[in-house]
């Protein structure tokens, strides 16, 4: 065989299997990328993700969650879910399938958070895929350093995926429905007098603009315990006299019931400032070593009230469902 030729092939040879090992190792890299999105680390860890995954499988955003990304899930594990009232994996199954879209989407953002490297701050913008907005806490407290969205702790942060991370959450976030605090309130049934009284008092369109309010929103049967008989016993009172009463119910600012909680020194009791420029008091709940929630209190109550439904999210606020309306001494 002529010596030229011999070397020719034998280069040829080597160039072949060099490009096959090239080939080979990227088809690996490949199928590594593919089997670590999120999509598949989800599928995988049953034990913390099933209730999730179960919603997420009834979505198209489970193949979007397969795509090259990024995106970060906000997801709540298990517990999350039971303590939402989903006693198990069918139980998110019968779920509606509106309901579940929104609760999901509104779960997940474009793009790599980290959120430990945020800064120091309270209620930090994210928006999630459907464009409403979620709000990141991270402060210290007690030497901690806790990662709060909506109010709702972060359990474990920043799990990777080849497309993007996971946060894991200790209970579902409520999905962002209305974008006004006084459409939250029209919204719920155990509101109605409340609703009819931000309407005689002239307040609710303060509570379709801009500017973030709390509500501390006192259900029915609080004002009922106040001696408002009815819807008519609202519509009957002086204007004037329903907003002294309800600007010591809400303040300025968004707050979540959770930021009480890192705000709160030793002695698990604080002040808050209300719109009429009264403080309440507020106490810290704890049950074990846990601080669970808060209960409030007005200069005229004489017992604390508790807040039934907490961190309902609107645009421009928050509203927390209170069993008692918090009133000032006379």
Known sequence: MNISKALGSICLLALLQTACRKSDDS???????????????????????????AGLRRTAYRNLMADPGPYTIMLPDNNAFIKAGYRTENDV????GAVLNDL??????????????LPFKFNQEITAL??????????????????????????TYNLPASNGLIQVLDQVLQPMVHGALSDVVAADTTLTYLNVALRQANMKEMLTGNTAYTIFAPNNNAFRALG?????????????????????????????????????????????????????????????????????????????????????LAGNGVVHITDQVLKENQ
């Open 27 to 53: 088809n690996s890299s490949n199928d590594k990328d593919l089997m670590n999105r999120l999509t598949y680390i989800i599928d995988d860890n049953k034990f913390n993700f099933s209730y999730f995954n």
């Open 93 to 96: 199954l019968r779920e509606s």
């Open 104 to 117: 999901v989407s509104y779960h997940i953002a474009s793009g790599v958070w980290e959120l430990n490297k």
């Open 130 to 155: 459907t464009g409403a907005k979620m709000y990141v806490t991270r402060w210290v407290k007690n030497k901690d350093t806790i990662l709060t969205i909506n109010g709702t702790k972060v359990l």
């Open 228 to 312: 408002f008989r009815d819807i008519d016993s609202i519509r009957n009172t002086d204007p004037m006299k329903l907003k002294a009463l309800l600007s010591y119910n809400l303040f300025a600012g968004r707050k979540f019931v959770y930021d009480y909680i890192l705000t709160t020194g030793a002695g698990d009791q604080s002040e808050q400032a209300m719109l009429n420029g009264n403080n309440i008091q507020v106490s810290l709940i704890k049950s074990g070593v846990l601080y669970t929630g808060i209960n409030l209190k007005g200069t005229g109550n004489k017992e604390y009230a508790r807040i039934v439904k907490a961190n309902l």
